[in-house]
């Protein structure tokens, strides 16, 4: 997905809705990846790899810091 996918499917510029309604359209727009798959028709297979506790509360970690940055930068433009 790029930046202009997402802002036509959000109707607008994506830095304009809630968060939640961003949260929202990207997993819509995720969900319907896995499903439909991407342009061209083309599936690939795709390993997933486990991921250990360790690892998980690091990326829970990031996760939570880039929310908060995105948040900032959100209500720093309005």
Do not use: C, P, W, Y
Not at 37 to 57: I, M, Y
């Amino acid at each position: 997905m790029d930046k202009n996918m997402i802002d036509a499917e959000s109707g607008g510029a994506l830095m304009d809705k809630t968060l939640a309604v961003e949260r929202h359209l990207i997993s819509n727009m995720a969900s319907n990846t896995q499903q439909f798959g991407t342009k061209g028709g083309v599936v690939t297979s795709r390993v997933v790899n486990e991921v250990g506790a360790f690892d998980n509360l690091r990326v829970e970690n990031q996760l939570t810091k880039l929310t908060s940055l995105v948040r900032q930068l959100t209500i720093g433009q309005h």
